[in-house]
Nanobody, 125 residues
Framework: QVQLVESGGGLVQAGGSLRLSCAASGGTIRNYAMAWFRQPPGKEREFVAGISWSGGSTYYTDSVKGRFTISRNNAKNTVYLQMNSLKPEDTAVYYC??????????????????WGQGTQVTVSS
């Protein structure tokens, strides 16, 4: 069973940057699409970005296009989310997830098989 651990969250001012990491253990993620989701305070979890197993294709929700970049290093069994030009509305708990059977553009969190515990990102205005 693959276990995921997110890290890299924190408090940052609007306009700043953070880089989140998602490290997998207990199995490989190199054969699977991966994604980042987030859950803002008082709201439902939402899709942020997805990446194909090879890293050759990516997909983003409109609100983060041009600001966030998802990437992966299969040799390190790790997925990243580089977040630039952060806004207060990006404040959320960020989660990574494995999609064993679907595609990088699956925005339904029910299609994902393994989840990390999340990392808090807080953007102050």
């Amino acid at each position: 069973q693959v276990q995921l651990v997110e890290s890299g969250g924190g408090l940052v001012q609007a306009g700043g940057s953070l880089r989140l990491s998602c490290a997998a253990s207990g199995g490989t993620i190199r054969n699977y699409a991966m994604a980042w989701f987030r859950q803002p305070p008082g709201k439902e979890r939402e899709f942020v970005a997805g990446i194909s197993w090879s890293g050759g294709s990516t997909y983003y929700t409109d609100s983060v296009k041009g600001r966030f970049t998802i990437s992966r290093n299969n040799a390190k069994n790790t997925v990243y989310l580089q977040m630039n030009s952060l806004k207060p509305e990006d404040t959320a708990v960020y989660y990574c997830a494995v999609n064993k059977w679907g595609t990088l553009s699956d925005v339904d969190d029910g299609k994902y098989d393994n989840w990390g515990q999340g990392t808090q990102v807080t953007v102050s205005s």
